[in-house]
C-alpha cells in the first residue's frame, strides 16, 4: 500500500522558516519524480516544486522560487521542502504527492500538513 506522511507544518511568523518532511512507503520511492502542492483556504490546489528521481532536477512555482527547496533522501525514502522567508500568503495545507508537476494530479497524495504564516 502506498502511503506519505508528512510532518513538520506549524504557526510561524512572517520571514520564518519551516521544513516539511515526506515519508514515502509502499513503493520504490527513488523510481518517481515526487511534488509538493498546496491548498489555501477556501481555493483550489496549487503545485509548488517537484524534484526528479534522482534530485539532480528541481522545478519551482514562481510564486515559491528562490525562497523553497526541495530535496530528496532516496536512503531513508523521504521527501523535503525547506521553506525560507515566508509569506502570510503561503497559508495552506501542504502535501507531497508522487509523480511530477505534469503527473501529480493522477497519483498518491498524503494526508496533508497545516502552514499557517502568521503575527
Known amino acids: 500500500e502506498v502511503q506519505l506522511v508528512e510532518s513538520g507544518g506549524g504557526l510561524v511568523v512572517p520571514g520564518g522558516s519551516l521544513r516539511l518532511s515526506c515519508a514515502a512507503s509502499?513503493?520504490?520511492?527513488?523510481?518517481?519524480?515526487m511534488s509538493w502542492v498546496r491548498q489555501a483556504p477556501g481555493k483550489g490546489s496549487e503545485w509548488v516544486s517537484a524534484i526528479s528521481t534522482g534530485g539532480r532536477f528541481t522545478y519551482y512555482a514562481d510564486s515559491v522560487k528562490g525562497r523553497f527547496t526541495i530535496s530528496r533522501d532516496n536512503a531513508k525514502n523521504t521527501l523535503y521542502l525547506q521553506m525560507n522567508s515566508l509569506k502570510p500568503e503561503d497559508t495552506a495545507v501542504y502535501f507531497c504527492a508522487r509523480g511530477s508537476r505534469w503527473s501529480y494530479a493522477e497519483g498518491y497524495w498524503g494526508q496533508g500538513t497545516q502552514v499557517t504564516v502568521s503575527s
Open positions: 509502499g513503493f520504490t520511492f527513488g523510481s518517481y519524480d
